[in-house]
Nanobody
Framework: QVQLVESGGGLAQAGGSLRLSCAAS????????ISWFRQAPGQERELVAT????????DYADSVKGRFTISRDNAKNTVYLQMNSLKPEDTAVYYC????????????WGQGTQVTVSS
């Protein structure tokens, strides 16, 4: 069982930065791929970024590539999403999720954290 808790959301101006954290419970955190998703009102959920178990491999949506960076600290059971050069279209609720096999879907989800970017 893994419990995920996001934090770090808030209000930022366009061009600004925020760093989201996803803190996980459980001693098997390093067994899981972790992804960040986001969902804006009236829109479908979007996969933003994924990091492998060791942190050695990452993947990003085209919409955030070059602006967002996903990282993890397995000793702290935490995954981060550094968001730079924020745009109003980045406004959404951001969720982290965990899976052992990404192709099979995600087993655990956090409650989400709101990010609002003003123009």
């Amino acid at each position: 069982q893994v419990q995920l808790v996001e934090s770090g959301g808030g209000l930022a101006q366009a061009g600004g930065s925020l760093r989201l954290s996803c803190a996980a419970s459980g001693r098997t955190f390093s067994h899981y791929y972790i992804s960040w998703f986001r969902q804006a009102p009236g829109q479908e959920r979007e996969l933003v970024a994924t990091i492998s178990r060791s942190g050695g491999s990452t993947d990003y949506a085209d919409s955030v590539k070059g602006r967002f960076t996903i990282s993890r600290d397995n000793a702290k059971n935490t995954v981060y999403l550094q968001m730079n050069s924020l745009k109003p279209e980045d406004t959404a609720v951001y969720y982290c999720a965990a899976t052992q096999v990404p192709e099979d879907g995600y087993d655990y989800w956090g409650q989400g954290t709101q990010v609002t970017v003003s123009s």
